[in-house]
């Protein structure tokens, strides 16, 4: 008995212990919790979302979805070659270019109206706390910090591991001059060294004026935020961005729901949606979108363009690598949406209709 209270204490302790790295960041406190208790998307203790919103789809249950990722064998969840990439020079992208470049998963380059924008960057070859569980596919990671231009702003859709990446944005401080997030990830980013003066945080349904005449709208998303055992305490947002003669939609995560069609209706037709398509489950279909509702979301927001992230870094679902785009693309029968699939480090140039090759399909 005495040796079972010992091993238990032990393993507490190493769970508390482990928690305490600086990696999991810290939860609102002092001025911007009271900020956010104030927000009308919080209540009960956490940020909700505007339909109810289960973690797991009805019939299913934690044990189900651990088992069927336990026993189900798939060998296609990640690539067993590299993937084909190519590596732009950032640096010399000049500002008169409206361009979108690709790292793989949610992390993308974006510039426009000659601003420069850092999506959600991962470039530490792994999603979570634990390296060895969620470790970026071969080829996926031809960019480090070191090749990222001074960037105008820093834009963190949410907290999720996959998406806020600790030693990332570490060794971005230096080159970043404006952070945007949802209320309560700026907590993160002042633990880890940001001046609270180079963040803005911003709840749903508000407008940053942004440099060179160009505004940036936050929109709703369904999804959820974390990093540690504690879930909802900081937003997860959707953007849209509005220059003066361009409207691209940043998705960041979420499943299927009506806000989708309300920013359509308010601030459509786009010139380009950047939408997740991957990591999804018939299981978890409330939080992040199945490919023919990426096709939905796509007709909703009235877009020109899409471009479908969220795939090609990392296996954080039971599906094969490949199945979102090979989804969607076979769905896809509407002649004026132009599926826009660069690879890897591919510069598109955002006023070109460009062709794109099916480099996936050469990938085993």
């Known amino acids: 008995m005495i040796t079972l209270i010992v091993v238990l204490l032990s393993l507490t302790l190493g769970v508390y212990l482990f928690l305490q790295q600086p990696k999991f960041g810290k939860l609102p406190s002092g001025a911007r919790l009271e900020r956010i208790k104030k927000s009308p998307n919080f209540r009960d203790g956490q940020f909700q979302n505007s339909s109810e919103t289960p973690d797991l789809t009805e019939g299913a249950s934690y044990f189900s979805v651990l088992k069927e990722f336990i026993f189900k064998e ?22 008169n270019e409206d361009v979108f470049i690709w790292f793989g998963h949610s992390s993308y380059f974006l510039q426009t109206n000659g601003i420069k924008f850092l999506i959600d960057p991962v470039f530490s070859g792994a999603a979570s706390p634990i390296r060895m569980t969620t470790k970026s596919f071969g080829g996926s990671d031809r960019y480090t910090t070191a090749d990222i231009p001074e960037i105008d702003y820093l834009i963190i859709t949410h907290d ?3 998406h806020l990446d600790y030693e990332t944005v570490k060794n971005l401080k230096s080159k970043v001059k404006t952070v945007i997030c949802g209320l309560g990830v700026g907590e993160h980013l002042e633990y880890w060294g940001y001046d609270k003066s180079r963040i803005i945080e ?82 978890w279909k409330y939080i992040h979108l ?56 591919e510069k598109m140039n955002l006023d070109a209709n460009t062709t794109f090759t099916q480099w996936w399909k050469n990938v085993n």
């Not at 998303?221 to 509005?242: C, D, I, M, T």
Request: glycine content about 6%; some cysteine.
């Open 74 to 95: 798939n060998t296609r969840v990640k690539p067993t070659t590299e993937l084909p990439a190519v590596k732009t020079d950032l640096h010399k992208i000049t500002p």
């Open 202 to 283: 911003k709840d749903w349904h508000e407008t940053i004026e942004l440099i060179n005449n160009t505004k940036l709208h936050t929109t709703p998303a369904r999804h959820f935020s974390g990093r540690g055992l504690s879930r909802n305490k900081s937003l997860w947002l959707s953007f849209v961005l509005e220059t003066p003669d361009k409207r691209i939609f940043i998705g960041g995560d979420g499943g299927y729901d009506n806000h989708f069609k309300a920013i359509g209706q308010k601030f459509g037709p786009f010139d380009l949606a950047i939408i997740e398509c991957g990591q999804y489950d018939k299981n």
């Open 160 to 162: 999720h591991w996959d």
């Open 290 to 345: 199945m490919p023919e509702e990426v096709l939905q979301v796509a007709e909703d927001l009235n877009t020109e363009k899409l471009i479908p992230v969220h795939w090609s870094k990392f296996s954080l679902a039971n599906h094969n690598w490949d199945e979102p785009i090979s989804r969607l693309e076979a769905l896809n029968d509407n002649p004026t949406l132009r599926l826009c699939t660069p690879m890897i480090g």
